[in-house]
């Protein structure tokens, strides 16, 4: 069956080694298509009838792209229409060595299916193997294989019967000398364009294509308008010799003609590079990593305050920008200069597809446009399409295909549309694309690895795991949860103690380490909730249904389970794997109204009552030992079943039940982060919260000072206790707002390893160490901890990546990162639907709270709607009003106003929709009046203001 | 020497690079290895039996490009200290080395050096459990190997090239020993690494059979793996040594085929 033939390879690197390797060529690689008979294959992946219509093959053919075609042009191939392509190995293996991202999208759509697409192992393949030519380059023998690849395949499928005539292949390529050399050997071979404009019925993927090096001269004048980017090699050598810096390049986000480059230093030796001006921007994008050259110290500039978008209609690529980068260089105080720089060359791209809106171009029918990127540090692209006509008023997502020297702009191209503008759904999408969420539907390759249904609870599941199914379980959540990861219990045993047990859904059985769900899990790091719709970290066979510990149903569980007196003191602390069902599933509400109604004297009920007498002494003991509670405004949309929009905005309430459930989560997660530790000193993955630099509490002491209170900050607990005693006279809601100013002035907790890191305390817990356990559902650092404990406990295997204390710091850099980035997204997702209840609601005026005073403006809160928003007072189109800043107080003085923090003012509210892609809330004051800057209060229907005033 | 130090940290360093960069892929999605072979597959065996003339035994053997030279010496009267005279059974002395030019780069390699006394070591561990050294008290088998190229699995070669110059130079033994190694990647066990995938953060171990009986002669690793792998591994490298024995015992009767033809004449 094989035969082999011994090769040697030689490769040198760096002229000193000769690595020899052998190389078995086969000849039990088989075809993969379904009408061969030759080859002894047991699966095949291309049809016997291949249906892709084409004005230049109208024959039934199977593609096969080259290297640069497949890194172009992903979005094409993406395209459910293109199907029955063939991978050649020496294409994978090049992408692979090219772009990590462009790989994977590549591999999901081999494992797809329905797309048809087969890998050819042709390096391997006795007859399609080359070898490289004295003098040949190694893209030339790459070239050459793929030629080689494809001219076999249009010999071995001529040999086999099909009713439709011999099969085909077509080789698809962009470069010019390969398909000349296609040619002259007899391929059918075509441009990646020619073809994909060819296909019938399919006009809109020939905007998806990217365009091609040959394309973009005749787009741009020849004009040069940049400076050449240096080569890789000259800015290696100038970072060695120190002329050069590396930065990640930062573009201002208010004006389009100034940066920053930052440098990372050793330790903390960080720095800021200044750019300013479009010629030593020199094509940067945000978020690439640069090199840049310092200027000379005579020509260090000073940040301009001034703020330049670039708008109005496309700017010839020959005509000055002289007069806008002016303006720039007047604020040049000595004093304030900085360093400032020019960006030599750019070290990596890290373009993305941008999300934005075209801005169709004046001329009617012409085909090359602008489109504005909803990040305003993007700067416009300029794509080519046809279609400008349907996708104006649509936001559309565009990628960058290069930026050449004599040209104003990027070039790109139309990836797709999202939908039209202000639209929800359209901005759900815009929101999750710019905070980078993985939102995507699961692949193929993640599905493989759910458990098939129906799904049972076997014997081999039972091994090491305990049978809690006789317990009285029952889980606590908001109304409307389908994920629920936490059930609880309390029983009391014969000693007269209580055994309390936290029963946590046992997501680490579903998802293995190492395979593609837990890499996918791994990448998007947790489930990001946005008004009315919930991102899922696993799917949704997992998340909703086989690891939601719904009431009724036999779960799998990993159970943290303490014996605990009647004063709340832990006694013994056991963990297992289990299996529960659950009696009940309750909302918070549901629950207190339970514990309230003494009529009621059911197993859950009374378990109930346990859980809540040992939270409040839990919390008590908590409290003491300075926890802090902090305060920050949730609301709740009440949405509107069928239209989905925002009817009304409720802030939450907290009930009992709500601390009860979270006070046995800390518990349990308290008690993990304990055991992982002391199992695994180098590798646990703990959650810290730093205590804030004390110069974070500025605000917060000054504006306590402003009313005469005092605050202490030397600890959390001081901090506690002097919160807990501030208190104004006949100002019930200042507790409140001093508690909303401590929120903000505390740090980031961050996931860490144990192993990188000395200081695991959690401040806002009071509590030495900390981790996460409780959500594996919905956060995979929970996931890892699972797998810890796991592993601690003998209940499971380790495997080398979790003791890697490298790769853990690794993964919980990227936890941090999705963590962050999906509370962004939350919040953006918050702020759009209040844009949509104030449409829906007009011009509305409500009392509010001055939060912070700024230089030009006060920034207020309307605790209804938790809502918070600035009012300038120095617009651009009105007189400015005399303004005094007094960084003291701190306090601002308009005209004869002076307002100080928690002042209590009356606003209009309304929604400024002027920029489409930018809607936002504006504010404006009412009350108190001051001359030329308060506007008079809107009229709006009485009916509605009455019940607000009764707050 | 210390210059000699210094290239061979620069190189291996330059291979690590290498590897982050490109990040060997040594399984691809289709089950291929980097050199073409499936997981289970073994590489190209050459041997030839009674190479040199003067030895009692000897024999040379190419796995891929891992090729080892072996020698037998003896049975013969015990040489040096005669305190290491056993009255009961014959001390089998074995002494591995790595020519200079084994490697891709070249290299003096004196003897005695922590590695190569250590592959003695395990060597003579390996021939004691076969070997049938009850049959010759008071005497002494030398088996001297040295590898001429290395390319992965020295232990393994360098154990059947000196089980084939054993059986030439007629010294019995209970069976045929046969070494593979074997690694692990991707929950899946390689059979025979080479070079490319030993260095690839493979958790390898090698394996010394007694094919018939099924008795291990030798189990070596000193990597990093789950024991609940280690099950599987063992049974992939069994098989694989199976296999090996079935090339080996080829190449001996082809060998005797060989030399009885002309003495019959």
Redesign the interface.
């Known amino acids: 069956m094989l035969k082999s033939k011994t090769f040697v390879k030689k490769t040198r690197s760096g002229g000193v080694m000769k690595i020899v390797r052998e190389h078995y060529l086969r000849d039990d690689i088989w075809c993969g298509s379904e009408v061969c008979t030759e080859c002894k294959q047991e699966s095949t992946a291309l049809q016997r009838d291949p249906c892709l219509e084409s004005n230049l093959c109208s024959y039934p053919h199977y593609v096969i792209p080259d290297t640069n075609v497949v890194l172009h042009q992903i979005d094409v191939l993406e395209d459910q229409v293109i199907r029955n392509v063939i991978i050649l190995q020496t294409v994978l293996a090049e992408v692979r060595h090219r772009s990590a991202p462009i790989y994977k999208r590549l591999k999901d759509i081999v494992h797809e299916k329905e797309k048809n697409f087969y890998t050819f192992t042709n390096e391997h393949h006795r007859e399609t193997f080359i070898e490289r030519e004295p003098g040949e380059s190694a893209n030339d023998r790459n070239d050459r294989a793929i030629r080689v690849a494809a001219k076999w395949y249009s010999e071995h499928l001529k040999k086999s019967e099909s009713d439709t005539g011999p099969l085909k292949v077509v080789l698809l390529t962009n470069d010019q000398g390969n398909k000349q050399k296609a040619e002259e050997s007899g391929l059918l071979v075509y441009k990646c364009e020619e073809y994909i404009k060819s296909l019938i019925g399919n006009p809109e993927l020939v905007d998806r294509l990217a365009l091609s090096n040959d394309d973009k001269n005749d787009i741009t004048s020849s004009k040069v308008l940049f400076p050449e980017h240096l080569p890789l090699s000259r800015i290696q050598a100038g970072l060695k010799n120190g002329t050069f810096l590396q930065g990640t390049f930062r573009a201002s986000r208010d004006n389009y003609l100034e940066a920053t480059v930052f440098v990372q230093g050793e330790g903390e030796e960080s720095t800021e590079v200044l750019i300013q001006g479009l010629q030593n921007l020199n094509r940067s994008v945000y978020q690439d990593v640069v090199a840049v050259q310092l200027l000379p110290r005579d020509q260090w500039v000073a940040p301009s305050s001034v703020v330049l978008q670039d708008e109005g209609a496309a700017k010839d690529d020959n005509e000055e920008e002289g007069e806008e980068e002016k303006e720039l260089r007047v604020s040049a105080a000595e004093a304030a200069r900085k360093p400032t720089g020019r960006v030599v060359g750019i070290i990596k791209r890290n373009w993305r597809p941008f999300c934005g809106m075209l801005n169709a171009s004046i001329i009617k029918g012409s085909t090359r446009h602008l489109f504005t990127p909803a990040d305003r540090r993007i700067p416009r692209i300029r794509i080519e399409t046809r279609q400008a006509d349907a996708l104006a008023g649509q936001r559309i997502m565009v990628a960058i295909d290069g930026w050449p020297k004599h040209s104003r702009y990027p070039n790109g191209h139309f990836v797709r549309s999202l939908g039209s503008a202000g639209d929800k759904e359209t901005e759900q999408q815009v929101l999750l694309l710019e905070h980078d969420v993985p939102h995507q539907a699961f692949s193929q390759a993640v599905l493989s690895f759910l458990p098939t249904m129906p799904w049972e609870i076997t014997p081999e599941v039972m091994v090491n795991r305990e049978d809690l199914r006789s317990l009285t379980v029952c889980s606590v959540d908001p109304p409307g949860c389908t994920d629920i990861d936490d059930a609880l219990h309390c029983r009391e045993l014969d000693n007269g103690n209580l055994e309390v047990g936290v029963h946590i859904a046992d997501v680490s059985h579903f998802i293995r380490p190492g395979n593609a769900m837990d890499k996918e899990a791994a990448n998007r790091g947790t489930t990001v909730y946005l008004c009315g719709k919930r991102i899922d970290m696993v799917p949704e066979l997992l998340s909703s249904n086989l690891c939601s510990l719904r009431s009724n149903v036999e779960r799998l569980a990993f159970s943290c389970i303490w014996e605990i007196n009647h004063e709340a003191e832990i006694l013994k602390t056991r963990f297992t794997k289990s299996v529960i069902k659950s009696k009940a599933s309750l909302t918070y509400a549901e629950a207190q109204m339970r514990i309230d109604d003494t009529t009621q004297t059911d197993d859950v009920t009374k378990n109930l009552r346990g859980l809540n007498k040992l939270a409040k002494i839990l919390k008590k003991h908590r409290i003491l030992k300075g926890a802090l509670t902090l305060s920050s405004i949730e609301v709740r949309f009440h949405i509107d079943s069928e239209t989905h929009d925002p009817i009304d905005l409720q802030t939450k309430e907290l009930m009992e039940t709500n601390s009860m459930v979270e006070e046995f989560m800390l518990l349990a997660n308290i008690s993990v982060a304990q055991k992982i530790f002391d199992e695994f000193p180098d590798c646990a993955l703990l959650r810290k919260h730093p205590a804030p630099p004390p110069s974070n509490y500025d605000i917060l002491l000054k504006a306590a000072k402003s009313k005469a209170v005092e605050i202490h900050t030397d600890s959390a607990k001081a901090l506690a206790d002097s919160l807990d005693v501030a208190r104004v006279d006949g100002f019930p809601y200042f507790n409140t707002l001093l508690r909303i100013l401590a929120t903000r002035c505390m740090m980031q907790a961050v996931y860490f390893c144990s192993g990188m890191d000395s200081d695991f305390h959690h401040y806002g817990l009071a509590s030495p160490i900390y981790t996460h356990f409780t959500s594996p559902i919905r956060r995979y650092a929970d996931i890892i901890v699972h797998r810890l404990l796991a592993v601690a406990i003998a209940a499971d295997k380790t495997y080398p990546d979790l003791m890697d204390k490298q790769k853990q710091s690794a993964l919980s850099n990227n936890l941090n990162y999705r963590h962050k980035m999906s509370q962004y997204a939350q919040r953006a997702s918050v702020a759009f639907h209040t844009q949509l209840f104030f449409k829906s609601r007009g011009i509305l005026n409500e009392e509010g709270f001055v939060l912070f005073v700024r230089k030009n403006a006060i920034i207020v809160l309307i605790p209804k709607f938790g809502l918070e928003g600035t009012v300038f007072f120095d617009s651009k189109n009105k007189v400015v009003p005399k303004v005094v800043f007094d960084e003291e107080g701190p306090s601002l003085t308009v005209e004869q106003h002076t307002f100080h923090i928690f002042d209590r003012v009356m606003v209009t509210i309304s929604l400024d929709a002027s920029n489409i892609q930018h809607q936002k809330i504006r504010m404006s004051l009412i009350e108190p009046v001051v001359p030329g800057v308060s506007v008079s209060a809107p009229e709006i229907e009485p009916l509605a203001k009455k019940p607000r005033l009764d707050r | 020497m210390g210059n000699v130090v210094q290239r061979q940290t620069r190189?291996a360093l330059?291979f690590q690079l290498?590897r982050k960069m490109?990040g060997l892929?040594l399984l691809?999605?289709?089950g291929?290895r980097?050199?073409?072979?499936k997981a289970t597959?073994l590489?190209?065996f050459q041997a030839r039996m009674g190479v040199f003339a003067q030895a009692d035994g000897s024999a040379y053997l190419e796995q891929?490009?891992t090729k080892a030279l072996a020698v037998v010496y003896g049975p013969h009267e015990v040489r040096g200290a005669r305190s290491r005279i056993r009255h009961d059974r014959a001390v089998i002395n074995c002494q591995y080395s790595m020519a200079t030019f084994s490697t891709?780069?070249r290299k003096r390699r004196p003897h005695g050096d922590r590695k190569s006394t250590e592959m003695s070591l395990h060597l003579k561990q390996t021939f004691e459990a076969a070997v049938m050294t009850q049959l010759y008290p008071r005497s002494q088998i030398d088996i001297y190997v040295k590898i001429l190229q290395s390319?992965g699995g020295n232990y393994s070669v360098c154990v059947n090239a000196a089980t084939l110059a054993v059986i030439d130079a007629g010294i019995p033994m209970r069976d045929y020993v046969c070494a593979c190694t074997v690694g692990f990647v991707?929950?899946t066990p390689l059979a025979d690494l080479?070079y490319?995938e030993e260095g690839g953060g493979v958790s390898s171990l090698a394996l010394a059979l007694l094919p018939r009986g099924g008795q291990i002669a030798l189990l070596q690793m000193d990597a990093?793996l789950?024991?609940?792998h280690l099950e599987a591994l063992i049974e992939a490298a069994m098989t694989a040594c199976k296999g090996v024995s079935k090339v080996l015992d080829q190449v001996v009767r082809q060998h005797l085929q060989e030399a009885s033809v002309p003495s019959a004449e």
Do not use: I, P, V, W
């Not at chain 2, 980097?34 to 072979?37: E, H, I, K, P, S």
């Open positions: 190189g330059r290498f490109a892929e691809s999605d289709q291929y980097l050199d073409g072979r597959e590489r190209k891929g490009n891709a780069e390319d991707d929950e080479c490319a990093r789950h024991q609940d």
